[in-house]
């Protein structure tokens, strides 16, 4: 590569250069650049060419091969009999052909509070009839019994759309096809907030094996409510 063989140190530039372009497959077929700069340049850009190929790809596959939760929640949220009483109730439905497994849900409740002349944000974490279930293949109806610890006690339909209220629904579950953990959430205002109403049923009584209709997700029924919880 070299007609200097008596100067092993050119003849080890010679080497270095020319391997890193055979590396990079630049193509140039001979030691076109002339001098140690521009050999430096050529081994630089090569470099950073690679590492910049490689990073972007790694970020592409990161970002489109991450999993998603493809969930569905009702539009609205339901003051709805429970039991003996009343409960805040909603649901979801999981729409990929997979299930999920290992689904829990953190519900929070804020709105404004007026304290010692003063008003601010209050949040409560609601308690839930059942905040984690072993898998999901169908759907879930989450449920929060108004009793007499609940911080929806006492409200009054004014009282609830003065606060401004947001019901904020946190689900974190394992994806059984990736492996991995996915995140899903929603919330619901005091426009989203039915009083005195009860979700109509999603299952398929005719159909061969246990199923539910996704389009009776959003349906529900009015029912006669209370003046005060």
């Known amino acids: 590569l070299s007609t200097s063989a008596a100067y092993p140190i050119a003849r ?48 592409l596959f990161a970002r489109f091969a991450r999993p998603t939760a493809k969930i569905s929640f009702s539009p609205k949220a339901l003051i709805a009999p429970y039991q003996d009483g009343w409960a805040l109730v909603f649901r979801l439905a999981n729409l990929r052909n997979h299930d999920l497994t290992d689904v829990h849900a953190i519900v929070s409740f804020a709105r404004w509070s007026e304290e010692n002349g003063q008003r601010h944000r209050r949040f409560d974490q609601l308690s839930l009839e059942r905040d984690f279930i072993i898998f999901m293949p169908l759907h879930w109806v989450i449920v929060h019994p108004i009793t007499d610890t609940s911080p929806l006690r006492g409200l ?38 039915v009083w005195g109403a009860r979700f109509r049923d999603m299952y398929l009584p005719d159909a061969d094996k246990v199923a539910i209709d996704l389009n009776r997700l959003h349906d529900f029924e009015p029912v006669p409510a209370p003046s005060e919880l």
């Open 156 to 193: 009054t339909p004014e009282s609830l759309a003065a606060s401004d209220p947001e019901i904020v629904c946190l689900i974190n579950a394992d994806d059984e096809t990736f492996a991995q953990t996915v995140h899903a959430k929603t919330s619901y205002d005091k426009a989203d907030i």
């Open 12 to 59: 080890f530039e010679d080497c270095f250069f020319f391997s890193v372009q055979t590396l990079a497959t630049i193509g140039y077929g001979k030691l076109t650049p002339n001098t140690r700069a521009a050999h430096l340049l050529v081994a630089i850009e090569a470099l950073v060419g690679l590492l910049g190929f490689a990073i972007l790809s790694a970020l």
